[in-house]
């Protein structure tokens, strides 16, 4: 048997190496990642984020460490913005979180968190890995890193009570809550075409209309219509069911406690509906499920107001915030904070689910206040009721005030001696009514020709 020349054999085996070593750099140069484990310290990098408007602009970063725990849901980097203008702005702020952070051109990651430190530059980058994780519906398995304040959610369209109300409350949100004058609206008159990319300005929104309750972000992290973003959880609430929007940046803040971008929603433009440790995700083009709410404002002339907004189907954004709702309605109606008697009919309605009924509530101090306080409670009792899930699609609340107070106290009642089986009781009542003296009203009553014999 004669052997193959020692030529030809090197020959084919340089070619098979160099078409090996050909294919794994293509796919390497393919890869729009960067791993975390090929980061080092002192690396500098490009982050993505939008500071004003809708207009993606690059910031520089440089890696101060590399912290790789047991799984990568425990692994971050660490890095500093050296940026001179997010110096100016007071440093990371809220808002930037999900900035897309790339290393040779690659994803690396979102920066997700800013350390307490006097300048605000330090920040904790969430790995693009563990964020790719929450596509593959991997459960959490770590604790979220304990840093400084990464989300805050805006109110717009309250009225100051209202807001200051909903700020005071000690809910399940556990964020910073900023309300902002209706005035913010002013671009949607005409909203702008944005193409959605990494380093966009978006939105986690929890009511839509004529208000808003909305969280600003930065996407992260886009494929065909699917999105990663914040890079840390919102509310944490794993599955959830929310408006993905699109945002508009009005202005920074250094704040009190750090710095937040200020914006404000210009349209919905999905769903999000995963909430994890290491981000959210969602869909472009999937409309969240809502309910459709409906708040009119009347008096006995006819009606003053109406407000409509969507609110996702979720008992907790329902019970939490509709209450400041309702005040707010009541508020820009009747512009004044007064004694009155009210008149409310509720109706919700939903899948295999109707409810509708009528409350009439008297307040010798502030009306407005005293309906919300009570439709807060009733709404609270329907959506955790423990017997049943509610399911809610509408909500309609129809509120007439009534400017005096219809409040009565019995004086004397008149009814006659005689009594028969089958006729009509003649009667008569005498009433003390606030602050408008005695009124005496008439009324019959038939007596049942069965009626049980003794004394009426």
């Not at 984020?49 to 692994?75: A, H, P």
């Not at 009155?340 to 206040?369: A, M």
Request: proline content about 5%; cysteine-free.
């Amino acid at each position: 048997m004669k052997s193959k020349p020692f030529g030809l054999i090197f020959l084919l085996f340089f070619l098979s190496f160099l078409i090996v070593h050909i294919s794994s750099a293509s796919y390497a140069e393919n890869v729009p990642f960067f791993p975390i484990q090929s980061v080092r310290r002192n690396m500098e990098g490009i982050g993505k984020s939008v500071f004003y408007g809708t207009r993606i602009e690059n910031f520089d970063v440089e890696v101060l460490d590399v912290v790789i725990g047991k799984d990568i849901n425990q692994s971050y980097i660490v890095v500093k913005v050296t940026d001179e203008k997010i110096k100016k702005l007071g440093g990371i702020s809220a808002g930037m979180s999900g900035s897309p952070i790339f290393f040779n051109g690659k994803l690396a990651g979102a920066l997700a968190y800013s350390w307490e430190t006097k300048d605000n530059l330090i920040g904790v980058v969430t790995p693009i890995e563990a964020m790719l994780k929450i596509w593959e519906n991997v459960p959490d398995s770590s604790a979220v890193l304990e840093v400084a304040p990464s989300s805050v959610i805006f109110t717009i369209g309250l009225s100051e009570r209202a807001g200051k109300k909903l700020q005071e409350k000690e809910g399940f949100l556990s964020r910073k809550i900023i309300s902002l004058p209706a005035i913010f609206y002013s671009q949607r008159s005409n909203p702008p075409s944005i193409e959605i990319q990494p380093g966009s300005a978006i939105g986690v929104q929890l009511i839509h209309g004529d208000v808003d309750v909305v969280s600003l972000g930065t996407l992260t992290w886009r494929d065909d219509n699917k999105i990663l973003a914040f890079g840390h959880p919102f509310l944490h609430q794993g599955k959830v069911n929310y408006f993905l929007s699109s945002m508009y940046v009005n202005f920074s803040l250094e704040g009190k406690d750090f710095p937040f971008k200020v914006g404000t929603p210009i349209q919905p433009i999905g769903i999000v509906d995963e909430d994890r440790s290491a981000g959210i995700a969602g869909r472009l083009g999937v409309m969240p499920k809502v309910i459709k709410a409906e708040i009119e404002i009347g008096n006995e002339k006819g009606v003053l107001s109406r407000n409509n907004f969507e609110i996702v189907q979720d008992e907790n954004v329902v019970v939490e915030f509709f209450p400041e709702i309702i005040l707010n309605s009541i508020d820009q109606a009747l512009d004044s904070q007064k004694p009155g008697s009210v008149k409310v009919t509720l109706t919700i309605e939903g899948n295999d689910f109707h409810f509708q009924n009528e409350f009439f509530w008297v307040s010798k101090i502030d009306i407005s206040s005293f309906t919300s306080n009570n439709l807060g409670k009733i709404l609270e009792d329907i959506f955790k009721n423990p017997f049943q899930s509610i399911k809610a699609e509408k909500i309609n609340i129809k509120i007439v005030f009534i400017p005096d107070i219809r409040e009565a106290t019995f004086r004397n009642l008149f009814l006659p001696v005689d009594v028969k089986r089958g006729t009509d009781l003649k009667g008569r009542i005498d009433l003390n009514l606030y602050r408008q003296g005695v009124k005496s009203l008439d009324f019959g009553l038939l007596i049942p020709k069965d009626f049980i014999p003794g004394e009426a």
